[in-house]
C-alpha cells in the first residue's frame, strides 16, 4: 500500500529554518509531481511549492525566496527547506504525490496525501 509520511514540522522561532521530509513507501512504479501544500485554521488548503518529475518548480508568491524544495528519486523523498519563517507559516503542512503503482487492472495513478506535520512559529 502507498503511503506518503512527513517528519520534521515543530515549533521554531520567527527567522528560523525547518526542514520537511515526506518519505514514498510501498510498491511504486513512479512517481510524478511531488508537492507541499499547508492549512492554517479557519484557512483552506494553499499550495506552498511543487516540483516535477523533471525539476521543474512551482512555489507560491508568499514562499518565494525563502523556500526550497528538492526531491531525491532514488529514495523517494521530498524535501521542503524553510528559511527566514514568519509566524504567517504557521500551518500544518501536507505532502502530495501523483504516483503510479500496480493494480489488478495494471498500473494506476493516484493521488496521495501524507497525514501532515505541524510548523508553529512563534512571534
Known amino acids: 500500500q502507498v503511503q506518503l509520511v512527513e517528519s520534521g514540522g515543530g515549533l521554531v522561532q520567527a527567522g528560523g529554518s525547518l526542514r520537511l521530509s515526506c518519505a514514498a513507501s510501498g510498491t511504486i512504479f513512479s512517481i510524478n509531481v511531488m508537492g507541499w501544500y499547508r492549512q492554517a485554521p479557519g484557512n483552506q488548503r494553499e499550495l506552498v511549492a511543487v516540483m516535477t518529475g523533471g525539476g521543474s518548480t512551482n512555489y507560491a508568491d508568499s514562499v518565494k525566496g525563502r523556500f526550497t524544495i528538492s526531491r531525491d528519486n532514488a529514495e523517494k523523498t521530498a524535501y521542503l527547506q524553510m528559511n527566514s519563517l514568519k509566524f504567517e507559516d504557521t500551518a500544518v503542512y501536507y505532502c502530495?504525490?501523483?504516483?503510479?503503482?500496480?493494480?489488478?487492472?495494471?498500473?494506476?495513478?493516484?493521488?496521495?496525501w501524507g497525514r501532515g506535520t505541524q510548523v508553529t512559529v512563534s512571534s
Open positions: 502530495n504525490a501523483y504516483i503510479v503503482a500496480p493494480h489488478y487492472t495494471g498500473l494506476r495513478g493516484d493521488d496521495y
